[in-house]
C-alpha cells in the first residue's frame, strides 16, 4: 500500500514564503513523476510543478520564477519551495506521484496526497 504525506502548508502574508513537502512510503518499484497541483475554491484543479525522472522541472506560467520543485529520491520526498508569495497562490495544494509498482508494469500509477492549504493574506 501506498501513503503520500504532505505538509508545510499554513497561512502567510503577501511576499512571503512557504516549503511544502511530501513524501511517498509503502511497497513500490519506481517514481517515474512527482509533483504538486493545487486547486482553489470554485476553480478546476491545476498542475503547478512537476518533476520528472529526467531531472527536467515544468512549471505553469503564474509560478515561474518564483516556485522551485526539487526531490529527494533517497527519500523519495518531493518539494515545493513558494516565495514571493500572492493572494491568488492561496488554494489546497496535492502532492502526486506516478509509481510503477511491480517489475514489468508498464503504465504508471497515479497517487495523491491528502492536500496541504496554504492560505496568502494580511
Known amino acids: 500500500q501506498v501513503q503520500l504525506v504532505e505538509s508545510g502548508g499554513g497561512l502567510v502574508q503577501p511576499g512571503g514564503s512557504l516549503r511544502l513537502s511530501c513524501r511517498a512510503s509503502?511497497?513500490?518499484?519506481?517514481?517515474?513523476?512527482m509533483g504538486w497541483y493545487r486547486q482553489a475554491p470554485g476553480k478546476q484543479r491545476e498542475l503547478v510543478a512537476v518533476?520528472?525522472?529526467?531531472?527536467?522541472?515544468n512549471y505553469t506560467d503564474s509560478v515561474k520564477d518564483r516556485f522551485t520543485i526539487s526531490r529527494d529520491n533517497a527519500k523519495n520526498t518531493v518539494y515545493l519551495q513558494m516565495n514571493s508569495l500572492k493572494p491568488e497562490d492561496t488554494a489546497i495544494y496535492y502532492c502526486?506521484?506516478?509509481?510503477?509498482?511491480?517489475?514489468?508494469?508498464?503504465?504508471?500509477?497515479?497517487?495523491w496526497g491528502q492536500g496541504t492549504q496554504v492560505a496568502v493574506s494580511y
Open positions: 502526486n506521484v506516478a509509481m510503477i509498482l511491480r517489475l514489468g508494469q508498464t503504465n504508471p500509477r497515479d497517487y
Open positions: 518533476l520528472t525522472n529526467s531531472g527536467k522541472p
Open positions: 509503502g511497497n513500490f518499484f519506481s517514481i517515474n513523476a
